[in-house]
T-cell receptor, first 114, second 113 residues
Framework: AQKITQTQPGMFVQEKEAVTLDCTYD???????LFWYKQPSSGEMIFLIY??????QNATEGRYSLNFQKARKSANLVISASQLGDSAMYFC???????????FGTGTRLTIIP | DGGITQSPKYLFRKEGQNVTLSCEQN?????MYWYRQDPGQGLRLIYY???????QKGDIAEGYSVSREKKESFPLTVTSAQKNPTAFYLC????????????FGPGTRLTVT
């Protein structure tokens, strides 16, 4: 079974600062994928970034990067130069190779302060 | 525009009634999913389907049923057997395979009184 832990229920960050959202995971699978999603107040889940367990380089997508530390089983999301529109819930998720079932964490509510 | 539609956005039902939530996608994705989200919680998988006419139970399938008669459609029925049906329901689709991201619809908020 897979488990995702997000220990920060809420975070407040000043606009234009960088922010790191923590995610640790537990799995016995050797191959797996890690995902981050953003959920604005409207409710829709927006895909942000993906990291494969065998990818040697950390994934990046624009202002988003994933700090992947396999030995520590952590997959933290880093948002550079935060914007007011980044205020939302952020969810970390994972799926094992060959299985499309996503397991989600409980999320972190990020609030950007002007 | 390609995407996933869920209707309606808000749904109200009396206890003891079955209710069907709609999910349609025009992304030509093979796989579709239904999730439930409760306040302050992450998403939990109800059912998923990798191909037409086939679907599998997720982690919380009890009290729910689905069908996949067309590639574009994956309706979810919340039956009267579901003990706590009030929740936010999200439908998703993907190209298939564990390394493909899932695209989500706008969700349906179901309230049962």
């Amino acid at each position: 079974a897979q488990k995702i832990t997000q220990t920060q229920p809420g975070m407040f960050v000043q606009e234009k600062e960088a922010v790191t959202l923590d995610c640790t995971y537990d799995t016995s699978d050797q191959s797996y994928g890690l995902f981050w999603y953003k959920q604005p107040s409207s409710g829709e889940m927006i895909f942000l970034i993906y990291q494969g367990s065998y990818d040697e380089q950390n994934a990046t997508e624009g202002r988003y990067s994933l700090n992947f530390q396999k030995a520590r089983k952590s997959a933290n999301l880093v948002i550079s130069a935060s914007q007011l529109g980044d205020s939302a819930m952020y969810f970390c998720a994972m799926s094992p190779f060959g299985n499309e079932k996503l397991t989600f964490g409980t999320g972190t509510r990020l609030t950007i302060i002007p | 525009d390609g995407g996933i539609t869920q209707s309606p956005k808000y749904l109200f039902r009396k206890e003891g009634q079955n209710v069907t939530l709609s999910c349609e996608q025009n992304l030509n994705h093979d796989a579709m999913y239904w999730y439930r989200q409760d306040p302050g919680q992450g998403l939990r998988l109800i059912y998923y389907s990798q191909i037409v006419n086939d679907f599998q139970k997720g982690d919380i399938a009890e009290g729910y049923s689905v069908s996949r008669e067309k590639k574009e459609s994956f309706p979810l029925t919340v039956t009267s057997a579901q003990k706590n049906p009030t929740a936010f329901y999200l439908c998703a689709s993907s190209a298939g395979g564990a390394y493909y991201e899932q695209y989500f619809g706008p969700g349906t908020r179901l309230t049962v009184t």
